[in-house]
Nanobody, 116 residues
Framework: QVQLVESGGGLVQFGGSLRLSCAAS????????MNWYRQAPGKQRELVAT????????HYADAVKGRFTISRDNAKNTVYLQMNSLKPEDTAVYSCNANTMHDDYWGQGTQVTVSS
């Protein structure tokens, strides 16, 4: 049974920081590209950050470049999203996603709220 469990969300003030974690089980974690998505109320889900399985190359949405950092620890089957200089527009439910060419798994998400 595959599980992705996010943690680390919460309420933070403008300019603050949070670190999200996503712990995976039931998959060979190192084989999966890992992604963080977010969805704000009334908006479409958007891809925030990606870390590639075999070379750890990272990609970021323009809105978060320079503020967010995605990383992974294959020994702990965990992907992280360090979020700095948070803005109210970063408020959303953040979900992690594990994917290969053949599989696609999602966590249930964690709420991040940034107050102004």
């Amino acid at each position: 049974q595959v599980q992705l469990v996010e943690s680390g969300g919460g309420l933070v003030q403008f300019g603050g920081s949070l670190r999200l974690s996503c712990a995976a089980s039931g998959i060979i974690f190192s084989m999966y590209d890992m992604n963080w998505y977010r969805q704000a109320p009334g908006k479409q889900r958007e891809l925030v950050a990606t870390i590639i399985s075999d070379d750890n190359i990272t990609h970021y949405a323009d809105a978060v470049k320079g503020r967010f950092t995605i990383s992974r620890d294959n020994a702990k089957n965990t992907v992280y999203l360090q979020m700095n200089s948070l803005k109210p527009e970063d408020t959303a439910v953040y979900s992690c996603n594990a994917n290969t060419m053949h599989d696609d798994y999602w966590g249930q998400g964690t709420q991040v709220t940034v107050s102004s």
